[in-house]
């Protein structure tokens, strides 16, 4: 199973950039989509984007389509989450997740249950 350690959260303002990242370790990596949720103060986790094990293909929630952009690194084991134009709404705790099945592709009809191994989480505070 897939081991996941996030990083790169912190306080950005309204508007600004941010950049997480998510190392893979203890699995065959690029055997497997990536997906990135995030969870805000009192609100559910909420899926927000994923990325085909292939790297060719992303999905994402409408919440933040054509502001955020996932990429991944199968070289290096690493999954990206470039968040652009960032607003109050996106504070959050975003966690990075590999699909429990391998060579498998839902896009943007990923649930939480599709996943089976989990970042420990990494805050994202924009300040209006």
């Known amino acids: 199973q897939v081991q996941l350690v996030e990083s790169g959260g912190g306080l950005v303002q309204t508007g600004g950039s941010l950049r997480v990242s998510c190392a893979a370790s203890?699995?065959?990596?690029?055997?497997?989509?990536m997906g990135w949720f995030r969870q805000g103060p009192g609100k559910e986790r909420e899926f927000v984007g994923a990325?085909?094990?292939?790297?060719?293909?992303?999905s994402y929630a409408d919440s933040v389509k054509g502001r955020f952009t996932i990429s991944r690194d199968n070289a290096k084991n690493t999954v990206a989450l470039q968040m652009n134009s960032l607003k109050p709404e996106d504070t959050a705790v975003y966690y990075c997740a590999a699909d429990a099945i391998r060579y498998r592709y839902r896009g943007r009809y990923y649930q939480g249950a599709d996943f089976g191994s989990w970042g420990q989480g990494t805050q994202v505070t924009v300040s209006s």
């Open positions: 990325i085909h094990w292939s790297g060719a293909i992303t």
């Open positions: 203890g699995g065959t990596f690029s055997n497997y989509a």
